[in-house]
Nanobody, 116 residues
Framework: QVQLVESGGGLVQPGGSLRLSCAAYGSIVSILFMRWYRQDPGKQRSLVATITSNGITNYADSVKGRFTISRDSGKNTVYLQMNNLKPEDTAVYYC??????????WGQGTQVTVSS
């Protein structure tokens, strides 16, 4: 069983920055993908950013140039640096890890609120 522990959410003014962290514990065998999703109330969860085991990254168009995903493989931790935040970035952010065998694991979510 894999546990994902997220941190770093909060309230920030438009134009501000936040850094989310997600650490994976437990049955870590071989992580292929680490991802960040977000979800607004009443909406579907959407993919924000992905980083592969080889360090290849991909971003949703809405966050390109503002968000950066990175990972520390030695600590099984993934980060999301969010700069120039906008009110439309307000959501609950979820960490996701995919491994061969165990499949998907999800964090509990962390609230990000962008408001003046």
């Amino acid at each position: 069983q894999v546990q994902l522990v997220e941190s770093g959410g909060g309230l920030v003014q438009p134009g501000g920055s936040l850094r989310l962290s997600c650490a994976a514990y437990g049955s870590i065998v071989s992580i292929l993908f680490m991802r960040w999703y977000r979800q607004d109330p009443g909406k579907q969860r959407s993919l924000v950013a992905t980083i592969t085991s080889n360090g290849i990254t991909n971003y949703a168009d809405s966050v390109k140039g503002r968000f950066t995903i990175s990972r520390d493989s030695g600590k099984n931790t993934v980060y999301l640096q969010m700069n120039n935040l906008k009110p439309e970035d307000t959501a609950v952010y979820y960490c996701n890890v995919f491994q061969i065998g165990p499949g998907d694991s999800w964090g509990q979510g962390t609230q990000v609120t962008v408001s003046s």
